[in-house]
């Protein structure tokens, strides 16, 4: 029997992945919501398959139209899931659990993500994990209005982290990898103007990529991924060095303005950290 939570995604271009994603939580609710921001290949064709409302609604950030998203679900639990991500079969009863009593004790649900890398079929040994907040209560919790940074805010509502994961299938290449984290560092620049001196900048540029790329090789774990692992450290600590260029850039070009984002998607995924 399905769930009284609505599930949501918001889609560009994932007609390749987002029926995995569709297949592992359809059992789960009766309402399954996909806001397409301009899709060109068949996702919304996939969509309408697995019986998902399809509504189309024009990009205009990441935060934003998640919000326009929630405001779409019947439900006001709701789940939130990218294109790329799968709920494995241990997660799945969890949430099931969760709601087997009537409604949770809690808003706020943190869901543990593993990354997946190209070409995988499930993350590697010691895999990497984070836990967002992805299953609440929209009464007491929405997603920030931030375009490019998507994460839940609930003041200081306690929360609790659910068994099981889910699969990230980010990047279908390693080329999509820098590709994806450059296009979001940019996004960053327009977004946010760092507080800190140009000088500071400057120092940090000389340090970004090696301790950058230690922080995801060594405490990220990459390091048991092998050449795929060491490449991936190596695409994240370039793209956080890219960044304080950019930020040196446009704080020369607009030393005391507040630089606005472009109107538009970088990639059809969640931003990465």
Same mark, same amino acid.
């Given at each position: 029997?399905?769930?009284?939570?609505?599930?949501?995604?918001?889609?560009?271009?994932?007609?390749?992945?987002?029926?995995?994603?569709?297949?592992? +939580?359809?059992?789960?609710?009766?309402?399954?919501?996909?806001?397409?921001?301009?899709?060109?290949?068949?996702? +919304?064709? +996939? @969509?309408?398959?697995?019986?998902?409302?399809?509504?189309?609604?024009?990009?205009?950030?990441?935060?934003?139209?998640?919000?326009?998203?929630?405001?779409?679900?019947?439900?006001?639990?709701?789940?939130?899931?990218?294109?790329?991500?799968?709920?494995?079969?241990?997660?799945?009863?969890?949430?099931?659990?969760?709601?087997?009593?009537?409604?949770?004790?809690?808003?706020? %649900?943190?869901?543990?993500?593993?990354?997946? %890398?190209?070409?995988?079929?499930?993350?590697?040994?010691?895999?990497?994990?984070?836990?967002?907040?992805?299953?609440?209560?929209?009464?007491?919790?929405?997603?920030?209005?931030?375009?490019?940074?998507?994460?839940?805010?609930? /003041?200081?509502?306690?929360?609790?982290?659910?068994?099981?994961?889910?699969?990230?299938?980010?990047?279908?290449?390693?080329?999509?990898?820098?590709?994806?984290?450059?296009? %979001?560092?940019?996004?960053?620049?327009?977004?946010?103007?760092?507080?800190?001196?140009?000088?500071?900048?400057?120092?940090?540029?000389?340090?970004?990529?090696?301790?950058?790329?230690?922080?995801?090789?060594?405490?990220?774990?990459?390091?048991? /991924?092998?050449?795929?692992?060491?490449?991936?450290?190596?695409?994240?600590?370039? @793209?956080?060095?890219?960044?304080?260029?950019?930020?040196?850039?446009?704080?020369?070009?607009?030393? @005391?303005?507040?630089?606005?984002?472009?109107?538009?998607?970088?990639?059809?995924?969640?931003?990465?950290?």
């Amino acid at each position: 029997m399905p769930l009284p939570i609505s599930i949501f995604i918001i889609t560009r271009n994932e007609g390749d992945r987002l029926g995995r994603t569709l297949a592992a +939580v359809r059992h789960l609710s009766d309402d399954i919501v996909v806001v397409d921001s301009g899709s060109t290949d068949d996702t +919304v064709a +996939v @969509a309408a398959r697995f019986g998902a409302r399809v509504i189309r609604n024009d990009w205009v950030g990441y935060g934003p139209q998640k919000r326009f998203a929630e405001e779409q679900c019947r439900h006001d639990w709701l789940l939130n899931l990218d294109a790329d991500e799968v709920v494995q079969p241990r997660l799945a009863g969890a949430i099931a659990a969760l709601f087997s009593a009537g409604p949770p004790p809690l808003a706020l %649900y943190r869901i543990r993500i593993k990354t997946v %890398y190209p070409g995988r079929t499930r993350p590697r040994p010691l895999a990497d994990t984070i836990a967002p907040v992805r299953l609440y209560d929209r009464r007491r919790a929405r997603y920030s209005p931030s375009l490019t940074d998507d994460r839940v805010v609930g /003041g200081k509502l306690p929360s609790a982290v659910l068994p099981g994961a889910v699969w990230h299938y980010s990047f279908r290449s390693m080329d999509h990898i820098r590709d994806k984290l450059e296009g %979001y560092a940019a996004l960053q620049v327009h977004e946010k103007v760092p507080g800190r001196s140009t000088l500071f900048l400057r120092t940090r540029l000389l340090t970004e990529l090696p301790a950058q790329f230690l922080r995801y090789y060594l405490f990220r774990r990459h390091v048991t /991924g092998g050449r795929v692992g060491a490449r991936y450290a190596f695409e994240h600590a370039r @793209a956080k060095r890219k960044r304080i260029e950019r930020f040196l850039l446009a704080l020369k070009a607009t030393p @005391a303005a507040e630089i606005r984002p472009p109107p538009r998607r970088v990639d059809e995924s969640e931003p990465a950290d």
